[in-house]
């Protein structure tokens, strides 16, 4: 591990083979914890290239505990985090609305490590249980249309790393995997990054692994579609900038960021009950309509924001969360 280290240190990158073999070992074998942390602050300072993202995925995808829904068709709605944005939970409020919509989500998720909150972090102060029994979750995908499934559940290597990951306090290329290594394999994706280079990278793996996906980069740093400036927007065979809502809603920074546990979780209900903010559901539509557009692409981002627009002024999405709570 030390030499590996001393060669991340020197700028050098790992083959595909090397970064596999590498995850596998920091994953099996009982390493000092000092080492651990050098060896992700190495990555992280010379940067994740993507033979070694590819390495990262393969070895996380053979570790973890694989699940499966049977042929039907599934998104999850995930990004990497990372942007010190601080902005209200959307990907996790874009899953329950279109999962509330019809479009079933099975959505991959964690703690907040270098944010205020995770999606882990806001569902279970919702009441939500985590769960990685195979028959509780094909129920609940049966019965909401949506399945949350707690990265460390399924990640023995997550879960080892996170005190570690915590203790830092900074992104890592754990990161970066997140929305590569959702155990359930989804056929389409909604997920973002907060570096363009990072989400040219995802462009060229999930182009692999989906049937439809979109990988969004805020050019002003935001790893999902804010209209707070433009958005460079990837999909398996789009390349697109998306400048502006189709509703023309003026968005105002201060209306979409975050906060605590509480404060989150209390923007979660608010956008979900109809209450939102129009910047909140500016926001929502905007990353709802391309979530439809992987089950739909013969539908338009217009078509498919209104409709999306509308619903969440109709405030049905809440009682998802209610059904899922009780």
Do not use: W
Not at 57 to 82: K, N, S
Not at 170 to 178: D, K, R, Y
Not at 197 to 204: D, I, P
């Amino acid at each position: 591990m030390k030499k590996t280290i001393e060669q991340l240190i020197a700028g050098e990158h790992l083959s595909k083979t090397e970064a596999k073999e590498q995850l596998l070992r920091l994953s099996t074998e009982q390493l000092p914890q000092e080492q651990l942390a050098a060896f992700l602050v190495a990555m992280q300072a010379k940067g994740v290239q993507l033979d070694e993202l590819q390495g990262f995925q393969e070895a996380l995808l053979e570790m973890c505990l694989p699940i499966d829904f049977g042929t039907r068709h599934y998104i999850d709605v995930c990004g990497t985090g990372g942007d010190g944005k601080d902005t209200f939970n959307i990907s996790t409020t874009t899953a329950f609305v279109l999962a509330s919509m019809g479009y079933p989500v099975v959505k991959h998720g964690n703690y907040g490590v270098s944010s205020l909150c995770g999606s882990s972090n806001v569902l279970e102060y919702l009441g939500l249980t985590f769960s990685a029994d195979t028959e509780t979750l094909k129920r609940q995908l049966d019965e909401h249309q949506l399945v949350f499934l707690h990265a460390p559940l399924f990640h023995p290597a997550l879960k080892k790393m996170a005190p570690i990951r915590k203790s830092l306090g900074i992104p890592t290329f754990f990161n970066e995997l997140g929305p590569l290594v959702n155990p359930a394999r989804p056929h389409f994706q909604l997920t973002g990054t907060y570096r363009l280079g990072l989400a040219r990278f995802y462009q060229h793996i999930l182009a692999q692994h989906r049937e439809a996906f979109y990988v969004l980069h805020g050019l002003n740093g935001y790893d999902e579609l804010t209209f707070d400036g433009a958005t460079r927007v990837f999909g398996k065979n789009e390349d697109l900038v998306l400048q502006s809502a189709p509703n023309q809603t003026k968005i105002q920074t201060q209306q979409f960021t975050g906060g605590d546990i509480a404060t989150s979780a209390r923007i979660l209900v608010e956008v979900l009950s109809g209450k939102g903010n129009a910047t909140q559901n500016t926001i929502i539509a905007g990353n709802v309509a391309l979530g439809i557009r992987c089950f739909e692409p013969a539908t338009s981002f217009e078509s498919a924001f209104h409709n999306a627009y509308e619903h969440l002024l109709a405030g049905t999405s809440i009682q998802l969360l209610n059904t899922m709570q009780s």
